[in-house]
């Protein structure tokens, strides 16, 4: 049977079950007694398995089946849950996560699970796992079991006992405050390959180079050298705590009884194949509200139908130019009607493209939970207005702005428990992510109710880093100075940390919401907390526009940038600094000549009256002074192509009714 038709909807409900246990594993961890929640992600596992089984993803099936027994000797009562228990279950659903993944990017969804299957089969046995602060005296016997050598593997060990040579299992834990992990694994590489070769590591040498253990590895070394030599040279590397050396003998490479797991879990994938075919070729496998009226549609889809509805909308600005040039009633009565209609159709589309915030929001949780466990503090993160919807374009790049801004709230944000305690704070601190509508803007805001950030720091830091000068420092307004650590490389943390560094990284989560027609403000007062609050404009394809000229040529600017217009008198202008201002409300903005920005020729008239409009980034002002408006459209934004790339203030270009084409100007880049 076909069964490469069902891949996309095996993919998607997939990830949905995938998420599903992650959410209730969660409100598990907090109700540990409730039944219900367990029988939740039994029923999301047990609809994975299947799935898995029937399209013939037997790795993935296999932990499923084994991350199933787990859970129900839990809901059967006969295991009690403990954050270790759901430590291993969360990985297993990391593991499962990750082949879902490779299936989705044409790979063949296969990993090496030995670790988690085993752990799994521990707990499923009743045996009692260690606590986190105890794994590394448990790494010694754990190891064992989970290195497993390939037939390949084998041959060449086998081979070495022969020549004389003899196999050691190396166990090495590094201390608990080990910064940089992976320079260690590097040095006790590096002293391993000059006394012997080594064969294979766990976790893989890739996993070990980004971190992804721990505090203790394995690694299969064959050597001339004796145990002890090898266990003195391993402990001259810095940060190493312990060092375990086991001699190998032919005994360990014996797999028959890996071999009868393999071919009896090959049984039980069979077995699940049958039961679950019928139901997944009649359904998705999806266990949802049979009355619920929705359709999956490929992203892909709506990006044509967008295009295709841009392509209508410059169209039907050049029928608006046509029916003011003719001026004839019915063809304006009619023009009048389809812009209606399309407007009415326009927001339907963009409607569809919509999507609710939660899909990024919900991996925080559990991203959350683990990063408190690591840093030994004791953090709640509350969630509101998670159903405040976006456009899939900026959903998709807005993930890892947040995951930045969120570490860095709980590792420099929130205080150790003991220092919450002794300053009068409850030991659980808190971290709200709240998204909400404002105008054709949404608003991410992250607020923590920790330490907050230290003015004076970072003004003495950015100061002696060059960021500002000690002149214009003095200038500063307080919120001034916190931006000051989304400059690049910033960073007032005394110990550079695994987890992150206050600046670090915060630079890229500066461009990348630039990059999207937002900005990002800081707020924090010491002691109490920071806010940090993104501002992301609703979409990114149809905007509202104010057209003006410049002698024969026609700039667009963005309405979500814009105060306010103005008609300023030539006595009005003042110099300061060597830079034309004005005075406006009460505030000196600056004053741009946009046909010097831009080069424009132009005929030397002395003009009495200039036309200004006034634009803002965050709290920064300008005034744009311009020849003429012409008045406010909504345009389509277009790219200039990999050609024009980097032209300084210009984001884009669009087609105006009468075919001209009109730039973009980017008043970001023009506020410094």
């Given at each position: 049977?076909?069964?490469?038709?069902?891949?996309?909807?095996?993919?998607?409900?997939?990830?949905?079950?995938l998420?599903?246990?992650?959410?209730?594993?969660?409100?598990?961890?907090?109700?540990?007694?409730?039944?219900?929640?367990?029988?939740?992600?039994?029923?999301?596992?047990?609809?994975?398995?299947?799935?898995?089984?029937?399209?013939?993803?037997?790795?993935?099936?296999?932990?499923?089946?084994?991350?199933?027994?787990?859970?129900?000797?839990?809901?059967?009562?006969?295991?009690?849950?403990?954050?270790?228990?759901?430590?291993?279950?969360?990985?297993?659903?990391?593991?499962?996560?990750a082949?879902?993944?490779?299936?989705?990017?044409?790979?063949?969804?296969?990993?090496?699970?030995?670790?988690?299957?085993?752990?799994?089969?521990?707990?499923?046995?009743?045996?009692?796992?260690?606590?986190?602060?105890?794994?590394?005296?448990?790494?010694?016997?754990?190891?064992?079991?989970?290195?497993?050598?390939?037939?390949?593997?084998?041959?060449?060990?086998?081979?070495?006992?022969?020549?004389?040579?003899?196999?050691?299992?190396?166990?090495?834990?590094?201390?608990?405050?080990?910064?940089?992990?992976?320079?260690?694994?590097?040095?006790?590489?590096?002293?391993?390959?000059?006394?012997?070769?080594v064969?294979?590591?766990?976790?893989?040498?890739?996993?070990?180079?980004?971190?992804?253990?721990?505090?203790?590895?394995?690694?299969?070394?064959?050597?001339?050298?004796?145990?002890?030599?090898?266990e003195?040279?391993?402990?001259?590397?810095?940060?190493?705590?312990?060092?375990?050396?086991?001699?190998l003998?032919?005994?360990?490479?014996?797999?028959?009884?890996?071999?009868?797991?393999?071919e009896?879990?090959?049984?039980?994938?069979?077995?699940?194949?049958?039961?679950?075919?019928?139901?997944?070729?009649?359904?998705?496998?999806?266990?949802?509200?049979?009355?619920?009226?929705?359709?999956?549609?490929?992203?892909?889809?709506?990006?044509?139908?967008?295009?295709?509805?841009?392509?209508?909308?410059?169209?039907?600005?050049?029928?608006?130019?046509?029916?003011?040039?003719?001026?004839?009633?019915?063809?304006?009565?009619?023009?009048?009607?389809?812009?209606?209609?399309?407007?009415?159709?326009?927001?339907?589309?963009?409607?569809?493209?919509?999507?609710?915030?939660?899909?990024?929001?919900?991996?925080?949780?559990?991203?959350?939970?683990?990063?408190?466990?690591?840093?030994?503090?004791?953090?709640?993160?509350e969630?509101?207005?998670?159903?405040?919807?976006?456009?899939?374009?900026?959903?998709d790049?807005?993930?890892?702005?947040?995951?930045h801004?969120?570490?860095?709230?709980?590792?420099?944000?929130?205080?150790?428990?003991?220092?919450?305690?002794?300053?009068?704070?409850?030991?659980?601190?808190?971290?709200?992510?709240?998204?909400?509508?404002?105008?054709?803007?949404?608003?991410?805001?992250?607020?923590d109710?920790?330490?907050?950030?230290?003015?004076?720091?970072?003004?003495?830091?950015?100061?002696?880093?060059?960021?500002?000068?000690?002149?214009?420092?003095?200038?500063?307004?307080?919120?001034?100075?916190?931006?000051?650590?989304?400059?690049?490389?910033?960073?007032?943390?005394?110990?550079?940390?695994?987890?992150?560094?206050?600046?670090?990284?915060?630079?890229?989560?500066?461009?990348?919401?630039?990059?999207?027609?937002?900005?990002?403000?800081?707020?924090?007062?010491?002691?109490?907390?920071?806010?940090?609050?993104?501002?992301?404009?609703?979409?990114?394809?149809?905007?509202?526009?104010?057209?003006?000229?410049?002698?024969?040529?026609?700039?667009?600017?963005p309405?979500?940038?814009?105060?306010?217009?103005?008609?300023?008198?030539?006595?009005?202008?003042?110099?300061?600094?060597?830079?034309?201002?004005?005075?406006?409300?009460?505030?000196?903005?600056?004053?741009?000549?946009?046909?010097?920005?831009?080069?424009?020729?132009?005929?030397?008239?002395?003009?009495?009256?200039?036309?200004?409009?006034?634009?803002?980034?965050g709290?920064?002002?300008?005034?744009?002074?311009v020849?003429?408006?012409?008045?406010?459209?909504?345009?389509?934004?277009?790219?200039?192509?990999?050609?024009?790339?980097?032209?300084?203030?210009?984001?884009?270009?669009?087609?105006?009714?009468?075919?001209?084409?009109?730039?973009?100007?980017?008043?970001?880049?023009?506020?410094?």
């Amino acid at each position: 049977m076909e069964l490469s038709q069902y891949l996309e909807v095996f993919i998607e409900e997939s990830k949905e079950n995938l998420q599903t246990c992650n959410v209730q594993l969660l409100e598990l961890e907090r109700n540990p007694e409730d039944l219900a929640i367990v029988n939740e992600i039994f029923r999301s596992a047990h609809t994975l398995k299947g799935m898995s089984a029937t399209m013939g993803y037997e790795d993935l099936a296999n932990l499923t089946h084994k991350m199933e027994n787990v859970l129900d000797a839990i809901r059967n009562e006969k295991i009690k849950v403990t954050p270790e228990i759901l430590d291993v279950v969360f990985k297993s659903v990391d593991d499962l996560e990750a082949m879902v993944f490779s299936i989705a990017e044409g790979g063949d969804g296969k990993r090496d699970v030995t670790e988690v299957v085993t752990l799994l089969q521990a707990i499923e046995k009743g045996e009692v796992l260690q606590s986190a602060s105890n794994e590394a005296a448990a790494a010694t016997e754990i190891h064992t079991l989970s290195m497993k050598y390939e037939a390949f593997e084998q041959t060449v060990i086998q081979q070495s006992f022969e020549q004389g040579f003899c196999c050691f299992e190396i166990t090495v834990s590094l201390r608990g405050d080990c910064l940089l992990k992976a320079a260690r694994v590097y040095m006790v590489f590096e002293v391993l390959e000059k006394l012997g070769e080594v064969i294979k590591s766990f976790p893989t040498v890739e996993q070990l180079e980004e971190e992804q253990f721990d505090h203790s590895f394995v690694v299969a070394v064959v050597s001339q050298e004796d145990a002890s030599h090898i266990e003195k040279s391993i402990r001259k590397v810095s940060e190493v705590e312990e060092v375990t050396v086991m001699e190998l003998t032919s005994h360990h490479l014996h797999n028959n009884e890996n071999n009868a797991y393999e071919e009896q879990q090959r049984e039980v994938v069979e077995k699940e194949r049958e039961e679950m075919m019928p139901k997944t070729t009649n359904s998705t496998g999806r266990q949802s509200n049979p009355s619920s009226k929705t359709i999956r549609v490929n992203i892909e889809r709506l990006d044509v139908l967008m295009n295709l509805f841009e392509e209508l909308v410059i169209d039907r600005g050049r029928l608006e130019q046509i029916s003011k040039d003719l001026n004839n009633p019915e063809l304006n009565e009619t023009v009048e009607r389809m812009t209606r209609i399309s407007a009415d159709l326009q927001n339907i589309i963009l409607n569809m493209r919509m999507v609710p915030v939660e899909t990024v929001f919900n991996r925080f949780p559990r991203m959350v939970r683990q990063l408190a466990r690591d840093l030994n503090k004791k953090i709640e993160l509350e969630i509101i207005g998670a159903e405040t919807e976006l456009d899939r374009t900026v959903i998709d790049e807005i993930g890892d702005p947040l995951v930045h801004l969120i570490r860095n709230a709980l590792d420099h944000g929130i205080e150790m428990p003991e220092v919450r305690i002794k300053n009068g704070k409850p030991e659980q601190g808190t971290v709200k992510l709240r998204a909400y509508h404002s105008g054709n803007h949404v608003f991410i805001e992250l607020e923590d109710d920790g330490a907050g950030i230290n003015k004076k720091r970072v003004l003495e830091k950015a100061i002696q880093k060059g960021v500002v000068s000690e002149e214009v420092g003095r200038t500063l307004t307080d919120r001034q100075i916190y931006e000051l650590i989304l400059s690049s490389g910033f960073s007032t943390a005394e110990q550079i940390s695994d987890i992150s560094g206050r600046g670090v990284g915060l630079d890229v989560v500066k461009a990348t919401i630039e990059s999207l027609g937002g900005s990002i403000t800081i707020d924090s007062t010491v002691g109490q907390g920071s806010l940090f609050s993104i501002q992301l404009p609703l979409t990114l394809s149809i905007i509202s526009v104010m057209l003006v000229e410049i002698e024969a040529e026609k700039y667009a600017i963005p309405l979500s940038s814009i105060i306010e217009t103005a008609i300023v008198k030539k006595e009005e202008i003042m110099n300061a600094h060597n830079q034309r201002v004005i005075d406006f409300r009460g505030k000196v903005v600056p004053l741009l000549f946009l046909e010097d920005v831009f080069d424009i020729p132009k005929d030397s008239t002395d003009e009495e009256f200039y036309s200004v409009v006034v634009v803002r980034k965050g709290e920064k002002m300008a005034g744009l002074v311009v020849d003429s408006f012409i008045g406010q459209q909504e345009i389509v934004l277009k790219s200039l192509g990999n050609y024009l790339n980097d032209v300084f203030a210009i984001s884009g270009a669009t087609i105006l009714g009468d075919g001209q084409v009109a730039l973009i100007v980017d008043c970001n880049a023009l506020i410094k």
